[in-house]
């Protein structure tokens, strides 16, 4: 009895120590009140750089740096047990804040985003990283805590920065001085993680018992999983039910190759399914334009209410706009809709929601209409991207998908940033690039209104037949209940 119990005060401790560790950097490293205000910040006294460099030279910098190093990060992010990368990721914020706070000049800004684009693509590390030092049955309930403590840090950020500007004046500098304060408490809990003994891909151990080989490829694309694991969870243990066994047991010259040839497999047999296939188009069009709105909606609030002659809130707005967000994917998780057959017409009316929203923000002289559509916008997508992730990557293998969305949506909009915002492109001002994301939006709200429409004709007819051939017999009616649902899974 000792003995079990030091194995159990030894497991606690094992998985409670990183946890809190990590959980501490998730919330310091987003605690940082500048940020629901980095427009007026730059725009203002302190650093005196005017809307159109702003929009148009700087920003797009982040896009580009982010979709560079995205990819490479990624794999060397397992190869290198991920601690690194998460120190990697704390050093890149506090370069960030340190020329955010000392640097002066539009190269310095360009830098500046450089660095925050390493910042976005080392992030998967946070989520990756307890997967390699907490045992499976820890999971879901760790990866709830560095989930929830990130949104808790930015809300009460957002809180934070309002009630300073607002009630005590503050400087939008001090607000940068305690985001650099913030980010650097960050760094140092990086430092005390333990580093893991092992990865999932190219540091994977043995497993004790052979994995059972996965079914079929069509009872691969149809069956459900009961055990849902958390989505950045699924992306990292992928290799834990291959064809050809673990990753563990390759010859040590051939596990990269190995590694690649295993993602495409997997990538080749999920997007086999029309049904997860127009979801991750829906997925990749609308996270691009989703980043892109998030990207220069602080520009448009400037330009319908400059910040040196008005009072702002951005700090409220930005708040509720992720309280809502999360309201919003909790209520997904309580509605019970056959998403095969009205999953579509739901990004359909949504997506148009998202578009009427910008057409209001792009219209509108009213900064607090603004404000409004912002929420409504935000709230709209947080749900429908709930609903893809729940409805999709409910099998380990779909979870290679979230991977590469997230991927094409960065190339969808470094082409939109290229070819609507920089100076290369169109250089367009901001207030006409949300009247071009409002129409976006439009475009893919009419595709998947057309495809929901045809969807459902294709399960009334289908099930019309089904009746047409069952007859009066009980049974029958049965096989066809479940010929119709067949069909509409096909679809």
């Not at 309930?141 to 989930?147: A, F, I, L, Q």
């Not at 990269?256 to 997860?276: A, E, I």
């Not at 916008?377 to 979870?399: G, W």
Request: net charge neutral; charged share 10%; hydrophobic share 45%.
């Amino acid at each position: 009895k000792k003995g079990q119990g030091k194995t159990l005060v030894f497991t606690i401790h094992s998985w409670v120590f990183p946890t809190v560790n990590l959980c501490c950097f998730g919330f310091f490293s987003m605690m940082k009140p500048s940020e629901p205000f980095v427009i007026p910040y730059l725009a203002g006294p302190d650093k005196n750089i005017s809307l159109s460099a702003i929009t148009n030279e700087i920003f797009p910098i982040w896009t580009y740096s982010y979709l560079v190093l995205l990819l490479p990060v990624f794999i060397l992010t397992d190869y290198v047990r991920y601690k690194p990368v998460i120190i990697l990721q704390g050093i890149s914020f506090i370069i960030t804040w340190l020329l955010l706070v000392f640097g002066q000049g539009l190269r310095a800004m360009q830098v500046l985003e450089f660095f925050y684009g390493m910042v976005s693509a080392t992030e998967v590390a946070y989520y990756a990283y307890i997967y390699s030092v907490v045992s499976p049955e820890h999971y879901q309930k760790v990866s709830g805590y560095c989930r929830s403590i990130t949104l808790v840090a930015y809300t009460a950020a957002s809180v934070l920065a309002q009630l300073l500007v607002s009630l005590a004046n503050v400087s939008y500098f001090y607000l940068n001085v305690i985001s650099l304060a913030s980010v650097c408490v960050a760094f140092l809990f990086s430092l005390f993680l333990p580093m893991p003994k092992k990865s999932m891909f190219f540091h994977a151990k043995p497993s004790k018992e052979t994995p059972p080989k996965p079914p079929g490829k069509d009872a691969f694309l149809e069956e459900p999983q009961t055990d849902h694991k958390p989505v950045y969870q699924e992306i990292f243990t992928l290799s834990r039910n291959q064809d050809d066994g673990p990753l563990s047991t390759p010859k040590p010259g051939n596990v990269t190759l190995r590694v690649f040839v295993q993602w495409f497999q997997d990538l080749k047999g999920c997007y086999s399914s029309k049904h997860l296939f127009y979801w991750s188009l829906w997925w990749a069009f609308s996270t691009a334009g989703f980043n892109q709105v998030l990207n220069y909606v602080q520009i448009l609030w400037d330009y319908k209410a400059p910040s040196q002659s008005s009072t702002i809130y951005n700090g409220a707005v930005e708040a509720l706009a992720t309280f809502g967000g999360a309201l919003a994917a909790f209520t997904a998780g309580c509605v019970k809709v056959n998403w095969d057959l009205l999953g579509e017409l739901a990004l359909a009316i949504f997506s148009a929601a998202d578009a009427g929203s910008l057409f209001l923000m792009h219209y509108t002289t009213n900064i607090w209409v603004c404000y409004a559509g912002f929420l409504i916008f935000k709230s709209s997508y947080m749900l429908l991207i709930t609903i893809a992730i729940a409805v999709n990557l409910s099998v380990e293998r779909y979870a290679l998908v979230f991977g590469i969305n997230t991927f094409i949506a960065l190339v969808i909009q470094t082409v939109i940033t290229v070819a609507v915002v920089d100076n290369q492109g169109l250089g367009l001002p901001v207030s006409i690039q949300f009247l071009i994301y409002g129409s976006y939006f439009s475009i893919i709200a009419g595709i998947f209104l057309m495809r929901s429409i045809y969807i459902i004709c294709s399960a009334k007819c289908g099930k019309e037949h089904c009746r047409s051939t069952t007859g009066q017999n009980p049974s029958e009616r049965e096989d066809s209940i479940s010929n119709t649902n067949t069909v509409t899974t096909q679809f």
